[in-house]
């Protein structure tokens, strides 16, 4: 069985643009690392840097980290606050562009004082917006250049790109796994992955379990987040809420290449209780891991060289839905 | 526990623009009547007029129909074949939209040769592919008055429109459940309603479960058909493949309202044979049927009337993957 | 031509769940009325209550206002703000319905002060997220109830409902210009109308010049806005920036209905600057009328008549991009 | 100016499951050149092997291209009739993977007959339809290992293959554009790139003219298609009819990679005249390339560089409706 983990966002304050007075009170980041602490079964958090409180420091962090026995997996940089809003390492502004490279260089000063095992970027004000704005070669070069400068600055650490289609940008330049893919080895770096997160892969139209695959096979699998939604928005919802199948799926295909690393939650409980809403995602993918281990694999393993639908279906159903 | 039928042409040749050779030999309403015979437990058939067989009269469809102990629930006339490329009840050329109106009247005698309960619209090529392409208050007023006419021939017998979103159409003029019910209102006839298909449903961004109250309440719920498809198109796939949570929660809804009458499926299953397929969703309605009996119906009721989510996702993902 | 106006939250402040700390400062009402005084031709607003300030009175609105020489069209009540993110009229909490009701009386109050035309309900947060979540027969009924209230109370004033499909919900229970005529219609009262947004009807899959003539037809248009998006989110673009085809043929249809009021902007210029994005939008609209006086109605009254893609195209085609 | 070609299929029968009669009568592949040849500008075509009649020969294709003055540009095997419903170069089953690759040789031939510059893959049928169907990782290795194959077999032809992120799969392998170009670095041969069609790429949510640069800088791009959708479906509508902006931007960034040859036409003009369909969709890339033509290059390469969305609207928006 996985451990869990979940970006340190889960248990924070969301805001959006009609509820700009928040869907609750702010929280610091040792708030939400103690909210996360609540979690049954939660042993890791991506923590975002700066710290949700300007006051906050290393120290606190870890200390909130050592009181609750959870360890930080991941840092990912703050770089699509106000600052950024037109753009990361894709920004215009060559300043802006320095000033992310250098908050992600920092970033990987607390990753090693935390312990993170990579650093993510999550690069969403990068890309456009309308039609005519912008000389796409020059913002995919601007893309890979910043991230290029910043991976090859650590060659000891671990980092990954967390592709997503879009949101908040209207087109991200990293959108999918495909093209995540070619930008990385365009980079050449051996450090540099992928965070697959199976809701915008539902998102950009991809099948999780495909790309799954695809990535793992080229070597640039870091970590994997899991959420649910509904196709055609980032929704970040409990897990299996709306796709339990391609949820199993995907759980089926992390176990065939082996996965051993922990499964991270990704999730935006805007109305409900974060704590509540992570337990029960942890408790859902817990099931269905009891579920599959149910499945008869040769039996499923056959249908699917066959191509068969209706057989591989059957078996999924039946265990499902008690199907037969 | 329900009763079953299905489309006819779910045991009939598919074609498509790719596959112009079809997905299979022709099959002769006839034909499909012995397919859908071999399936446990179906005992409907919503039968296209014209049969599929020039040749094919009223006494071998019913003689089929004898042999098979299955009964017509519901006569569909083709008023989408290439006669009504360009509409049906609003073509605008005045003799095709006659002709459509006395192919329905032709209808609803055969419904009355075979019992049929009731006569379905499926008016599928009604509406427009093109910006500035046609007057939509004028096509509104053809596509009423079209079935008005049909309707008040016969007020003895029962009517049901299906809407959709589109295809073949790339917009119908009666796309949702509300937009239809605003025409039945109009049109004031009591005894045409609605058949409310699941798929189309999740196709047109609606909640089925939502719009089966809202069709119920006002009185114009005739029937339903299930599917599963990935929300963007009217893949007609498999009941519960993709959502069965949604799938799940129909059913809940159509228990609330008390449903008694057939639940019929809406399928295409290009590349599976249709037996198998229509078997495998009998099998996961009947399936779904019992987990809801397991529900404990009083603590859903509860979660759903404080809007809790957690509280009711618990509880359906308990039982769909043994979440907790 | 016509007058336009706007919202007032296009001149505000935007923030989203990343960029959490604003993509730009906060922006008072009063000056955000005073930004909007920049924009050439712009005259109407549509103003939020409570002001964007605590300490903002009806007088400092309205002195900013008589500054200006801007008009208030109309007041849409705060009514999705971090009380009401469980629903307003909608919510399963009584006591958060009755402040949803009051906050609407209050605004009442303040359109009767400023003299705006119309109330607008815009119930953001009435609906669902997840499956299983609600009872949607008792979401419609609070809906409708809380609405009636707020309009019976006022019957000299004109009210509206701005619908959309989602956001910030998942799912909106007015979600679509049908649902929500039969809402109305189910209410009863002659002072209720809609506020058609063209980009929430994009997003919702009509074609906004059909839903224009329906809600027409039937006496329910209060107000119009206007916008652009990708058709699968909100996205609250300048004018024609994607669809000016779709918005040559919407203010086509205005024409038809002799539409006489102002148009209003409703943008969300995230990373542009929204005095020049409301000034650009209205330029794009002047020019598209005046392609339109260029239109041989004759022959395009003709082409639609006779349902001619090619021919309509072709006539618009031409006038847009020189077809031809 | 630019050379126009178009698919042969533009004047062929269309079929859809619907109208499964056709929507008009069936068309020889001669009876479709000859259509095509009274398009005025058209000089290309795509021409599909095995032809539409079985007792058409390469001579009788050779004459009417002669007749008609047009050149064959590429050849497109039909893989995805019946015999490949369950795919032609993932088939489950090895002789109709071999079938694929044979039909493919003979095109080969045929190509060389008719002089055409490329052979085109459409690999419609290649993917999967439901959840659990299949090992994505062996349709991968199956789709790659096909496709070398042929292109192996004939170092001295071009071959492109064409992405589409579904129909009539409901998932297809080679889905997008960096998802194909990952496939074909895998390959590693030379003389194998893509076509890249504009509305696929829509409908893929891709940017068009960012997918054309990035193909364009790894030395891929073989040709380009043109139609228009609602980015929902491959709908194969008049160019332009529907985003005339990124139209204009894909045909600005045809020009910034100097394209030189021929623009084809890809549509399914199901209930309009072909020739008119596509003479409309010349007109309207020609008007767009004079308004190009006026649009002041430094202006909007300098909004570009900025990625000043509103600057660069202004430009683009003043050409079309006159704004400002």
Known sequence: MYEFGSGIWLFGQFVDRYASDGYGPAVTSVGAIEKAGQ??????????YPFNSPTETVADVRAALDRTGIRAIAITPHVYMRQYAKG???????????????????????????????????????????????????????????????????PELQFAIEYKLKE??????????ARTLLGIEEIGAPNLGIVLDMGHSLFAKETPADVLQLVHRRG???????????????????????HPVETLEFLWALRKIG????????????????VGAATLSIKAIEGMERLLDRIDK???????????????????????????
Request: charge should be negative; aromatic fraction near 8%; charged fraction near 25%.
């Open 39 to 48: 979690v049954p079964g939660l042993k890791w958090l991506d923590i975002n």
């Open 88 to 154: 990361s390492f894709t920004n215009p502004d060559p300043k802006v562009r320095q000033a992310a490279i250098d908050l992600c260089k920092k970033g990987i000063e607390i990753a090693g004082e935390l312990n993170a095992t990579y650093l993510k970027f999550w690069p969403g004000q990068d890309g456009h917006d309308y039609p005519f704005q912008a000389d796409y070669g020059r913002l995919w070069d601007l893309q890979l250049d910043g991230i290029r400068q910043v991976v090859e600055s650590a």
């Open 168 to 177: 908040p940008r209207n087109h991200m330049t990293l959108s999918t796994a």
């Open 220 to 242: 640039r699998l870091v970590s994997v987040e899991v959420n649910d939604n509904l196709r055609e928005w980032d929704d970040d919802m409990v897990v299996g809420s709306v």
């Open 259 to 274: 996965w051993q690393k922990p499964i991270l939650l990704d999730q935006f409980p805007f109305r409900e209780d974060p």
């Open 298 to 324: 040769a039996a499923l393993d056959d249908a699917m060289e066959r191509q068969d639908a209706l057989a591989a279906q059957a078996i999924v159903l039946k265990e499902m839905v008690g199907a037969g």
